[in-house]
């Protein structure tokens, strides 16, 4: 099994609404990531977690809030968006954050738009 | 500071040949992994690079020099479905940071 999901594909919220994008991996993985990507750009880094334990927040606004509440998920909890904030989220998963020539396994996404 | 440059788009026709160049000014480095991403799709892996020279894996092959900060995507036997954006990804002297490039846009044409 080489596959990382993501719920939801797609999520509509207000700005004063809260919602969660959850990520799920069975590889064995113990890096898993957050990236935000808009349109016609690359992805940019959001946060990594190894062995469960964030390790990189890439000057991320405290309206993202990450958890990571066991070694297979991965969780994204959205309060007070912001319209601008609207992009495709990504998660991704690899062998060992640090170490060694782990690719990145990506998840579909979620597309999130903020009204 | 980090900056990874690659050319916005290419266009090449069906059955050439295309190299994508990448440049990169990284702290540190510690390997370089090349992504295709169709339109509204995740990227996908399809190769990595972290001694220099050439890293062959069918249609597709990576180049790297790390003394120039240097690398390419050859793609042979092109096909309409190659027609995606193609990310150049350094991994830096921490090793958990990945850093993509604006990535290169490839229109295969019949």
């Known amino acids: 099994d080489t596959e990382v999901t993501q719920t939801p594909k797609h999520l509509v919220m207000g700005m004063t609404n809260k919602k969660s994008l959850k990520c799920e991996q069975h590889?064995?993985?113990?890096?898993m990531y957050w990236y935000k990507q808009k349109a016609k750009k690359p992805p940019e880094l959001m946060f990594v977690?190894?062995?469960?334990?964030?390790?990189i927040n890439e000057s991320v606004p405290s309206r993202f809030s990450p958890e990571c509440p066991n070694s297979s998920l991965l969780n994204l909890h959205l309060h007070a968006l912001q319209p601008e904030d609207s992009a495709l989220y990504l998660c991704a998963s690899s062998q060992e954050a640090t170490s060694g020539a782990y690719e990145q396994y990506f998840g579909p996404g979620t597309r999130l738009t903020v009204t | 500071g980090q900056n990874i440059d690659q050319p916005t788009e290419m266009t090449a026709t069906e059955g050439a040949i295309v190299q994508i160049n990448c440049t990169y000014q990284?702290?540190?480095?510690?390997?370089l992994f090349w992504y295709q991403q169709h339109a509204g799709e995740a990227p996908t892996f399809l190769s990595y690079?972290?001694?220099?020279g050439l890293e062959e894996k069918g249609r597709f092959s990576s180049f790297l020099s790390r003394s120039k900060g240097y690398s390419y995507l050859l793609l042979k036997e092109l096909q309409m479905k190659d027609s995606a954006s193609y990310l150049c990804a350094v991994k830096d002297n921490y090793g958990q940071n990945f850093v993509f490039g604006p990535g290169t846009r490839l229109s295969v044409l019949p």
């Open positions: 690079n972290v001694l220099d």
């Open positions: 990284t702290s540190g480095f510690n390997g």
């Open positions: 590889m064995g993985h113990r890096a």
């Open positions: 977690y190894s062995y469960e334990k964030l390790s």
